[in-house]
């Protein structure tokens, strides 16, 4: 080595980033919008600039100062710092000099948030670990960080498990019917961390490290955020990648669904018997097999005769029609050979090209690729916002697979395992741009899953075919609460859960009344489900097709319930002017609408704890009944504000726990510091 190059620093600052090369990795950090970085690493070649969920971020650059120095360098920016720390030394068991690049971050105390792991002295060990995966360019890789044991994490998305403190789980970095892989994580000590990576892999947050692994990567990819509250890290996790829309006025009442509405006739005459009864109703919904074929997006004549004259009686009703759309074509569909000859739909590594079975052998149209994403859309244009339509339901978007193995399809993207975590975002991408580039200003469409950005997109995430008990109810309070820190504001689940629910068991009915409650105060108030029993669906001709459930409308169960469920209903529209303005909030400054008790009240430590309970914005705190037969319950009451108990005009202090009344036709509410005097009363029906 001569002098000069003794010399140089072992980073260099490139465009205002650092750059770091040794052992044949490169290793860039940059500033990355407000108090953020963004790090990358790849093995022999310069990091690439994807864009999975980050945008191109708008800096200030007077908040970033970097300097070098002969062992690293650091970089500032605002609320964060980041401390490169390089070292190169003869390595005797291998014979030659190696380098190494160990990252830290910091607050703007100085505090220590996150840092890569260390070597471990003789342990060897690596902290960014390619794996190289013969035969391809890619690699598996793993990154490991020291991990805090005494922090708390949420987010990631949704997981069907009643877990809200993250610390100790390994999560499936993977999409699957009621799972929504989200890779962004809040941590109490202080930081948010996006895994920018669209591969399936996994997450393990242990108590001695933070392990997160990519099945099949070509680089290494996070994003770091520094935040003395949940409120700030949220809205900086906002800003970098996209904020939701403003909800449109639909959102904010009630709809109504069931699997499944057969015809035309049957549909319209549910929205007619809402208005005879002076139910509030925003949203009515066409469920899947409205069409011929799987993949045909369209209505099927001799059951929607007239699509538009349908849409214009609703409009006239004030009500919108919501149309289901499956990312499945059908072999039998009139688009099959269409889409397979232009390469738009997803190809089988292997074997059979048949990816799902259900009411007959499909495959999943190719949203990855833009052209499959522009045919989507034109198709449903047609035939669908032509009439009028202009709310979707974006169904299996995970995509469901007949069989979850991700490495035997592969998508234009790339390989499944490798992007394949991309899929739902791109399919609500589908519908966003296509509605848009046609004028439409008010979009929300329903998806079955998400990954980070999906919320710029629109997408009402629900939480999948969930089964119909107390155990699933209570899982949906914390997947409520971990979807909003992933930056998906707009949430919902199947009032009374999808499966097995019968519409004739006292049991039933009385979660369904719980689930009701829960609907009111969810972002959006949704009742779906498989009811039971089932009815058969015949056409003209003799031929069947697919069943119906049975009746889920709020007078399909009993007298006593439809009572209840009117209650709510209404409580939900005198609800509406605040939904609207904590929707805005969302959209503005990128804040959950269903948040755990710690987003507001951060520095009572109890309030990280409570897995049962969810404020709606930041003055409504819900206490679900999620246990059959309970007709009281205890409610802790975050410390920092007085609470009005809803039900009866009772103020308490913060920071303790009361036992609340819970008849069945009353679920626990509590209102912040006098916050909306017009609910209290209502939930008992002691005042109009």
């Known amino acids: 080595m001569n002098e000069q190059q003794a010399a140089e620093p072992p980073v260099r600052v490139q465009d205002g980033r650092l750059v770091w090369r040794g052992g044949g990795e490169t290793l860039v950090v940059e500033p990355w919008g407000r108090d953020s970085v963004r790090v ?9 600039d994807t864009d999975w969920a980050l ?21 500032v920016n605002g609320a964060v710092r980041v401390e490169l720390t390089c070292s190169a030394w003869f390595h005797e068991p291998v014979g030659y000099e190696v380098q190494r690049c160990d990252v830290a971050f910091y607050d703007a105390d100085g505090r220590l948030l996150l840092r890569e792991l260390g070597r471990g002295g003789s342990l060897d060990l690596r902290a960014r670990h390619f794996r190289p995966r013969l035969g391809g360019d890619d690699h598996t890789l793993t990154a490991s960080f020291e991990s805090d044991p005494d922090e708390k994490l949420y987010g990631m998305g949704q997981y069907q498990q009643h877990v809200l403190d993250l610390k100790g789980c390994t999560l499936e970095l993977a999409h699957r019917n009621s799972q929504a892989s989200v890779p962004f994580v809040l941590s109490s000590a202080g930081y948010g961390f996006l895994w920018h990576n669209p591969a399936v892999g996994r997450a393990t947050f242990g108590r001695n490290r933070t392990e997160w692994y990519a099945e099949s990567t070509r680089q290494l990819d996070y994003w770091v955020t520094a935040g ?3 409120a700030r890290i949220s809205r900086a996790y906002a800003d970098a990648t996209g904020h939701a829309p403003m909800m449109p006025e639909r959102g904010l009442g009630f709809w109504q669904c069931k699997l499944r509405y057969a015809r035309q006739s049957e549909l319209l005459e549910v929205a007619r018997e809402h208005r005879r009864r002076g139910l509030p109703l925003d949203v009515i919904v066409a469920d899947f097999f409205h069409w011929p074929r799987m993949g045909d997006y369209r209505f099927e004549d001799e059951f929607w005769p007239d699509p538009g004259a349908m849409v214009a009686e609703l409009q006239e009703l004030g009500v919108e029609l919501m149309v289901s759309v ?4 059908s072999l039998e569909s009139e688009n099959y050979a269409h889409l397979r000859r232009e390469n738009l739909l997803v190809r089988a590594e292997r074997g059979l090209d048949v990816q799902m079975s259900f009411q007959g052998p499909s495959a999943f149209l190719d949203v990855t690729n833009p052209e499959a994403r522009a045919w989507l859309w034109e198709t449903c244009r047609r035939n669908y916002a032509e009439h009028g339509v202009r709310t979707f339901w974006l169904d299996e978007a995970e995509p469901e697979y007949g069989v979850y193995d991700f490495d035997a399809y592969r998508y234009h993207l790339g390989p499944a395992l490798q992007v394949g975590n991309m899929y739902p975002q791109l399919f609500a991408r589908a519908f966003f741009d296509g509605q848009q580039a046609d004028g439409e200003i008010e979009v929300v469409n329903l998806a079955r899953c998400a990954w980070a950005g999906s919320q710029r997109y629109g997408a009402l995430v629900w939480s999948g075919d969930i089964s119909s008990t107390f155990e699933d109810m209570a899982r949906q309070v914390t997947a409520g609460i971990h979807m909003g ?5 707009w949430f919902t689940t199947d009032i009374g859960g999808f499966h097995h629910g019968d519409v004739r068991d006292p049991a039933f009915r009385e979660l369904l009344v719980r689930w009701f409650q829960l609907g009111a105060f969810s972002p959006v108030m949704r009742l779906h489900g498989d009811r039971l029993p089932y009815e ?7 031929t069947p097709r697919l069943r119906s459930g049975g009746p889920n409308e709020l007078w399909s169960f009993g007298e006593e319930v439809y009572e209840v469920l009117a209650r709510y209903v209404h409580l939900r529209e005198r609800m509406r002017p605040y939904l609207r303005e904590v929707m805005r909030e969302a959209h503005t400054d990128g804040q959950p609408v269903m948040r755990g008790l710690f987003h507001e009240f951060p520095r009572d430590a109890h309030a990280w704890g409570v897995d049962d309970q969810f404020l709606l914005g930041p003055d409504v705190l819900v206490a679900p009944v999620l246990e059959q037969g309970a007709r009281q319950r205890d409610v802790y009451l975050p410390a920092g504000a007085r609470w009005t108990d809803a039900a009866t005009g009772q103020v308490h202090d913060g920071g303790t726990s009361v036992r609340a009344a819970a008849p069945l036709d009353v679920v626990p509410v509590f209102l912040r510091d ?10 008992t029906g002691t005042t109009t």
């Open 485 to 489: 820190v992933a930056g998906i504001p």
């Open 228 to 230: 003395d509250t949940p």
């Open 536 to 542: 058969d669906v015949v056409a003209d001709d003799g």
């Open 674 to 683: 006098g916050a909306l005097p017009g609910l209290v009363g209502f939930i």
């Open 40 to 48: 990358r690493a790849r093995v022999m070649g310069d990091v690439e």
């Open 326 to 329: 499956w990312p499945q074509v």
């Open 55 to 75: 945008l191109p971020p708008a800096q200030d650059a007077t908040d970033v100062a970097v300097e070098v120095r002969p062992d690293g360098a650091t970089l």
